[in-house]
């Protein structure tokens, strides 16, 4: 049974990005971490409603996954689910106008930060609760299935949400029917401010996947290149009907759990530590000494990017409140 469990080592000689692959996952990368650190901003200044639960550290989850799904395949997410759904092809724009409850959102204004859904990006939903995502993928995955047309389901979740029943039962549901779908478990370490050792045993949450029967693997998530293989690997057999893959991304979030958060449970040198191994910072090292793409190439985009998102939120700002009629429409 321990052979369905996989410890993901990138082979460093055989990876190989051209320029162009690493122009677009750079620019990704940075495309997440500007429209989160202006969210942040934003937010700051009282301009939007809801709660913000910031996805900075944790990017290359995002993208190494998102970089080899299609439009039409299905996707769940979190609450901090703004970076999956760029990743995916989401519009900053409409995201942005979502969050400040303007008419020109995914949702009409009626979501806010935590509930993104986008039926034209294959987005099912981010979602406020817990663990909540992962059945709901589940049936895009029999949907899918059911289609037989190589279209598979990934559902986004945090570490604390493999205590949640709706965990279990929707794997457990995808190992029988063998589903096209990816579970991909971001452990950040933390479940609001409760550290996993002290509600986990497993040191690998990985291992839960393999009491289903369903092949697991752990990744370093703060490495997208290593993201990206083992997401390929997984896409690649649901898309080919091979049933459910479990991948364990090892990351960390560098913001508290939400924005306004009393960040007392865990110490500085942690936080400093883990940002020494940021996601963004990794990539851009690689590319330097692969001799990939130059620091004055990464700047450039980095710069394209942040004035992108700049721009979108501007334009958000200066969009439309929802009009009086619309006050009852898609509300159940
Ligand atoms: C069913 C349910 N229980 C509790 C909560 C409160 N809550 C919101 S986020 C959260 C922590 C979840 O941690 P994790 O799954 O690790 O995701 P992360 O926030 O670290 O990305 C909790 C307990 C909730 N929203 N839904
Ligand atoms: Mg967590």
Not at 148 to 156: L, P, R, S
Not at 226 to 242: L, P
Not at 296 to 321: F, N, P, T
Request: with cysteine; hydrophobic share 40%; glycine share 10%.
């Amino acid at each position: 049974m321990q052979d369905l469990l996989k410890f993901y080592e990138l082979d460093e000689q055989g990876w190989s990005w051209s320029e162009a692959d690493c122009r677009n996952v750079w620019s990704t990368l940075n495309l997440i971490r500007a429209f989160e650190e202006k969210s942040v901003d934003v937010y700051k200044q009282g301009l939007m409603g809801g709660s913000l639960h910031p996805y900075i550290g944790q990017e290359a989850v995002a993208v190494g996954v998102c970089m080899h799904l299609q439009k039409t395949d299905y996707m769940t997410m979190t609450y901090r689910g703004r970076g999956h759904a760029l990743a995916k092809g989401a519009d900053p724009y409409k995201l942005f106008a979502e969050m400040m409850g303007r008419e020109d959102g995914y949702c009409k204004g009626k979501g806010g930060p935590m509930h993104i859904a986008s039926k034209e990006d294959g987005i099912l939903g981010a979602n406020g609760i817990v663990g909540a995502g992962i059945p709901i993928a589940v049936g895009g995955a029999l949907t899918a299935k059911r289609r037989k047309n190589g279209q598979v389901a990934v559902t986004f979740f945090g570490d604390g949400a493999t205590n949640q029943g709706a965990f279990h039962e929707a794997l457990n549901l995808a190992a029988i029917l063998a589903l096209p779908v990816l579970f991909v478990c971001e452990n950040n370490l933390y479940s609001e401010m409760t550290p996993i050792k002290d509600s986990v045993l497993n040191e690998h949450l990985a291992e839960r996947g393999v009491a289903y029967r369903i092949p697991s693997i752990v990744v370093d998530g703060n490495d997208v290149r290593a993201v990206s293989e083992a997401a390929k690997w997984a896409v690649d057999r649901g898309r080919a009907g091979q049933g459910p893959t479990l991948m364990e991304a090892k990351t960390y979030r560098q913001l508290g759990h939400m924005f306004g958060d009393a960040e007392t449970y865990r110490t500085k040198e942690e936080v400093e530590a883990w940002k020494q191994k940021d996601p963004l910072l990794l990539f851009r090292k690689t590319c330097i000494e692969r001799g990939l793409l130059d620091e004055a190439a990464l700047d450039e985009l980095k710069q394209g990017v942040y004035s992108q998102i700049e721009e979108a939120y501007e334009r958000a700002k200066q969009s439309a409140e929802p009009r009086m009629e619309e006050i009852f429409t898609d509300v159940y």
